[in-house]
């Protein structure tokens, strides 16, 4: 069978499985459409939260950057896992107790305010619609290489399939399907990896192969540092950021992913507090398999795309890289007109970009393993970038039915007029995604970062305080998001988007990047929140119970319809 | 559900806390960011140890201690009569 035949199949029964959990599934309450009804078990959450957290930034793209930036790629891996120990330890069990549906519901009722809700469904619009661009331009990505239609195209197939379940079965809809494609999605990333670690080390766990031998002997990581030398790159194992810069970023990945509302309204959906400690560890457990195998991954494609295209005859080179040439994810230039590829460090010398993007997606065919394990990967590709709009999109279309129009502008709306509002803004949320797939702005990269940086400065304090420090108020907690956002916004639209006299490098505060900038504005938050609060009223009595509340596991009540 | 009972329920699950979340910030920010350089002149097999906690021992760590607080808080909350 031919790759796109393959590919077309594969696609299909995945498509066809997601559909038809949808309509199994399908919401008839606000209670199903926000938390899925709350009676998730831990297993299934955990498997959906894994699916729901992993994007196509996870599936296509983080296994390239690391290939690319070698030991630099760490503040990835361990960023995206980490916040999982603070998700699990000091945010799930205590709002899962508070059992509401979303995270402005937990904001607005802890510091009593309207003006602290509305902060937070800014912020969780914001950081949910930069995320959502990004996973609809992946799958006009995979859409367009393997299925040869044309990118925008293959965003509108996404786009119709997400609204068909994500509009249908709300949150019910969307766990399964996302518990579908993790699946998916998982074995659509390890089973290329098996083959090449195989084929490159004679070990069959990736995670070991990495470490081991090649089949001259020596060892693989040695090998790569040799070549990465020779070619004038900085050595693969040992970064070229400077220590204080990995130490923020990382910082602020893991921060900024303990506060993301898609992943925290996941916890929403199990049945009592002790599951929702349980579904932190079964996600992390699920996301931890991909994560090991993805710098395992990142060693052997470096590896082999040196070693088949470094100073070879361009007429000689083999068939995937005029595939990926076509969709110009690869570009040669023969800048001395030698007909030989030189790819070294030097920018003036070098003739050969590659982008990062591609670099999973490629894999299996540089390997040359079968047509199915390609196919293969591109279902998974689309299952990571699906299931992770899906989660996006239910937290916008909540955030505007329920914290927006239930919370403050129609608080008498019916039960009925709610889930028509939901399915209405989901509706809408999909159309503006797309739209972003398909015209994707150039600031798409620059602002994912600041999805995660805003979420270090505003949501992650706000929650913290409001569970460990029963003394916080809203003035407090008002006062630090909003400095804590500013600050961020500031940092960032001066060295990303050189406002306020833009600047480089060199005159970054303390050396931090951008990138990093969301832990320093997270410290701000917390220190402008103690002091406001120290001078400002105490919290209601009221206020002070439910707290006391949260912080122990019995009589956790199903999430209140109201 | 006396108040002294929820009091000391508190307290030990925030010295959990501070137990975990330092191995936490030690196999991360310690091992694998901040003396990554001393660790990778130790070698294990393949890796240089600095390394292979950035990008493998630290997430192993990470799912190991949430395990660990799964198993400590059902306990905490069964001897404090709080289990749900």
């Not at chain 1, 992390?284 to 991954?297: E, G, M, N, R, S």
């Not at chain 1, 990967?377 to 039915?401: F, K, P």
């Amino acid at each position: 069978m031919t790759l796109q035949l393959w590919t077309w199949v594969l696609i299909g029964i995945t498509f066809a499985l997601y559909i038809g959990i949808a309509i199994w599934s399908r919401a008839n309450s606000t209670k199903d459409f926000y938390v899925a009804g709350g009676g998730i078990s831990p297993l299934a959450n955990g498997l959906a939260t894994a699916a729901d957290w992993m994007s196509a930034a996870s599936f296509i793209s983080m296994a390239g950057l690391i290939s690319f930036n070698g030991y630099d790629g760490s503040v990835y891996l361990m960023g995206w896992t980490g916040g999982y120990v603070l998700l699990a330890l000091l945010l799930a069990p205590y709002l899962r107790k508070f059992g509401k549906f979303t995270v402005p519901d937990f904001i607005g009722d802890r510091y009593y305010s309207n003006i602290a809700r509305t902060v937070a469904v800014i912020c969780a619009l914001i950081v949910s619609f930069t995320y959502v661009a990004g996973q609809m331009r992946g799958v006009g990505l995979v859409f367009s290489r393997f299925l040869e239609v044309d990118i925008n195209t293959g965003v509108i197939i996404g786009m119709i399939i997400v609204l068909f379940y994500a509009v249908l079965g709300g949150m019910k809809g969307i766990t399964y399907t996302q518990v579908a494609q993790y699946c998916v999605l998982i074995f659509a990333f390890m089973v290329p990896a098996l083959f090449i670690s195989i084929q490159m080390t004679g070990n069959p766990i990736p995670q070991l192969g990495f470490g081991s031998t090649g089949t001259d002997g020596v060892y693989l990581l040695d090998k790569l540092d040799g070549l990465h030398k020779a070619l004038g790159f900085h050595e693969y194992t040992s970064g070229s950021k400077s220590t204080i810069d990995v130490f923020f970023i990382t910082a602020a990945l893991m921060v900024g992913t303990a506060g993301l509302p898609h992943v925290i309204v996941r916890f929403f959906t199990v049945k009592k507090v002790s599951d929702a400690r349980k579904s932190a560890g079964w996600a992390l457990l699920f996301i931890a398999i991909l994560y090991t195998t993805a710098p395992a991954i990142a060693v052997f494609s470096r590896t082999n795309l040196i070693e088949t295209v470094s100073n070879k005859n361009y007429d000689e080179l083999p068939e995937w890289f005029s595939n990926w040439e076509k969709t110009k994810l690869i570009k040669f230039t023969d800048k001395n007109n030698d007909g030989k590829v030189q790819y070294v460090a030097n920018p003036e010398i070098n003739e050969l970009t590659v982008d990062k993007d591609i670099m999973v997606l490629a894999n299996p065919e540089i390997a040359q393993l079968p047509n199915w394990v390609i196919a293969l990967v591109a279902a998974g590709g689309l299952a990571a970038a699906l299931s992770t709009a899906a989660g996006l999109l239910l937290v916008i279309s909540s955030s505007v039915s329920h914290d927006l129009i239930k919370k403050m502008i129609n608080p008498t709306i019916s039960e009925k007029g709610e889930l028509v509002a939901a399915r209405l803004s989901a509706i809408v949320a999909v159309v503006i995604a797309g739209y972003f797939g398909i015209n994707p702005p150039d600031f798409v990269a620059a602002t994912v970062a600041l999805a995660f940086g805003l979420a270090a400065a505003s949501f992650f304090p706000a929650i913290i305080l409001g569970i460990f420090h029963k003394k916080m108020n809203k003035e407090g907690a008002i006062a630090g998001m909003v400095i804590g956002m500013l600050t961020m916004l500031f940092y960032m639209l001066k060295f990303k988007f050189n406002w306020f006299g833009g600047g480089t490098k060199s005159d970054w505060w303390f050396g931090i990047s951008p990138e990093g900038f969301g832990t320093v504005a997270m410290l701000l938050n917390f220190t402008v929140s103690i002091i406001v609060a120290k001078f400002t009223p105490n919290p209601p009595e009221s206020v002070q119970e439910l707290v006391e509340n949260i912080r122990i596991p019995s009589n956790a009540t199903k999430p209140q319809v109201h | 559900m006396n108040k002294q009972n929820l009091r000391n329920y508190w307290k030990t699950n925030l010295k959990y806390l501070a137990i975990l979340l330092s191995i936490w910030f030690l196999v991360s920010f310690g091992c694998g960011i901040l003396f990554v350089k001393q660790l990778n002149t130790i070698k294990l097999g393949g890796f240089k140890l600095g390394f292979w906690f950035a990008q493998q021992g630290a997430i192993y760590t990470f799912v190991i201690l949430i395990l660990v607080y799964i198993r400590l808080m059902n306990k905490l909350d069964k001897k404090h009569h709080l289990n749900d």
